[in-house]
């Protein structure tokens, strides 16, 4: 690569770190703001959900927003109005203006997941791919320690969503300031110049709605394990609050240093190799945090579901123009996002009802569903796909 190219991925590296540093704040400062909004535990999951329909309607847009604004611009604008939203949280004291702020940052995330996904599934390698959501990994290990620390502080929630904004805000200003190098970079072109494909017509290639329901799965939980890891320490094992926020950062340092791995074991392994190893991980994280003894063997299981979940979602998402084609990736990565999200959206409510009502000891037995039907439809898309 030359010089240019090594500082727009530097960028790009840069980018997904932003994305998923507010990704787990949620969850981790949840168990001490919901006796603040004088609401049930479980409405956690219906701002989770407000965010997943925006991340799902910017998803199903990004095919025309690349097309006709550049990969570039759509990512500084993503971002920009991730840092608004964010900001919008720190200043918020009621759960309804939390509602309102949750729209414009799922309408931001989607647009930096959709763009930035399909650059590099189309332009690097699969090693490239794994570091690029190892990153994301990196924010989503900063995010919760950052709440952790500042309400070890003695300060609110409030305060670690303004530290977190401030950085959003950063970030957004030097993706304006550096959008030339992605007015310089050849690839970029070729994305732009694909013509827009239907719905219809993605829904009826083959493998798409496997690819999709894999997706959901997939993201449906990760999802749910980070925003309910926090909780779960402190109402079934006992852990206060503050400590909690950093034990489910555990989770993230799992996905990330298994990212970081897994882009040196690419070179080995095939993208599918890669995913089935994953799911087996998960599963081993899961049987072990059903093993009846102390917070440290939860915490070992919930590192190794972060583990497991580590090379699945760049793995699938690298293999898509390889499955489909490189023309229709664009596209069907869109697809992808957007089906991911409603995983997102519905899945972790629905554990909120279910914690509501039979407590949040069963976080391990939800996930293992979702994993068993995670690991149905990748078999069923490898069928359809197969080449």
């Known amino acids: 690569m030359n010089r240019k190219a090594i500082y727009l991925l530097i960028i790009i590296y840069l980018a997904f770190i932003s994305l998923g540093l507010p990704d787990p704040m949620l969850g981790s400062a949840w168990p001490t703001m919901y006796p603040e909004m ?98 994301w990994g990196v924010g989503t290990i900063i995010g919760p320690y950052v709440m952790g620390y500042v309400l070890a502080l003695g300060k609110t929630w409030n305060d670690g969503y303004k530290v977190v904004a401030v950085t959003q805000f950063g970030l957004a200003f030097l993706l304006v300031a550096t959008l030339f190098l992605w007015k310089e970079n050849q690839g970029q072109k070729s994305v732009e110049k694909t013509a827009p494909i239907s719905l219809k017509h993605i829904l009826k290639l083959p493998g798409v709605k496997e690819v999709m ?14 925003l309910w890891a926090s909780s779960y320490m402190v109402l079934h094992k006992g852990v206060v609050a503050e400590v909690a926020a ?83 990736s664009q596209a069907i990565i869109g697809v992808q996002m957007a089906s991911a999200y409603v995983g997102t959206s519905l899945m972790p409510p629905l554990f909120g009802m279910i914690a509501e009502r039979l407590g949040v000891v069963w976080l391990p037995i939800y996930l293992l569903v979702i994993l068993v039907m995670m690991a149905l439809m990748h078999e069923r898309l490898l069928i359809k796909t197969r080449r």
């Open 246 to 328: 950093r034990y489910a950062g555990m989770f993230f340092i799992g996905i990330t240093a298994g990212r970081a791995v897994s882009g040196f074991m690419t070179l080995k392994l095939k993208d599918t190799e890669m995913i089935r190893l994953g799911q087996c991980v998960i599963l081993s994280g899961i049987v072990v945090m059903l093993l009846p003894f102390g917070r440290t063997i939860t915490l070992i299981g919930l590192i190794m579901v972060g583990l497991g979940c580590a090379p699945i979602y760049p793995s699938i998402i690298h293999s898509t123009p390889f499955r489909f084609g490189a023309e229709q």
């Open 213 to 226: 329901a894999t997706f959901f799965c997939y993201c449906a939980l990760e999802q749910t394990a980070m």
């Open 38 to 135: 004088r609401v049930p535990v479980s409405y956690a999951g219906i701002l989770s959900m407000i965010i997943s329909v925006g991340t799902v309607v910017s998803s199903l847009l990004s095919h025309r927003l690349t097309k006709k604004l550049g990969t570039g611009k759509v990512t500084a604008i993503s971002v920009l109005m991730t840092a608004v939203a964010l900001y919008g949280f720190s200043v918020s004291n009621n759960f309804l203006l939390l509602i309102i702020w949750a729209i414009p940052y799922g309408l931001g995330a989607g647009g930096v997941d959709a763009a930035l996904n399909n650059y590099v599934a189309t332009h690097y390698a699969s090693r490239h791919m794994s570091w690029l959501h190892c990153m």
